[in-house]
């Protein structure tokens, strides 16, 4: 058997607060912790059902504009209002029958989809 364990994207060092607030505030991952020997790297992880979302520090950092998280949420128009409350951009796309669909940049500007089905 295999199964998606998790998924990382990069981030800058000294920006883990803004991806805390991203991540675990407005999309409600919860953080756990990373393990001792990789602590001292920086980077934050969270959890969600059934997966892990790992994001590192880079030093030569880039943000991702293409590849990128998605999240299957229950109710995807409160999500969209939450994070546009939050000042961030939400771009809708209608181009994956089956499901309603936005993408938004973190805090890092990587890439992250947001979908719910129809």
């Known amino acids: 058997m295999t199964v998606l364990h998790h998924v990382q994207v990069s981030c800058p060092a000294g920006t883990e607060a803004a ?5 675990g505030e407005l999309l409600g991952l919860v953080e756990v ?4 020997g990789l602590a001292q790297r920086g980077g934050v992880w969270f959890r969600g059902a059934g997966y892990e979302l790992h994001v590192g520090v880079e030093d030569t ?7 990128h998280p998605a999240f299957l949420v229950d109710d995807v128009d409160e999500v969209a209002s939450r994070l546009s409350r ?3 951009e939400v771009g809708w796309d209608s181009n994956f029958p089956g499901f309603r669909r936005f993408h ?3 805090p890092n500007g990587n890439r992250v989809e947001i979908l ?3």
Do not use: N, Q, S, T
């Not at 991806?19 to 991540?23: I, L, P, T």
């Open 19 to 23: 991806v805390r607030a991203f991540y």
């Open 61 to 67: 950092f880039a943000p991702a504009k293409k590849a």
């Open 104 to 106: 938004v940049a973190d």
């Open 86 to 88: 939050a000042g961030i």
């Open 116 to 118: 719910g089905e129809l």
């Open 33 to 36: 912790p990373k393990p001792a």
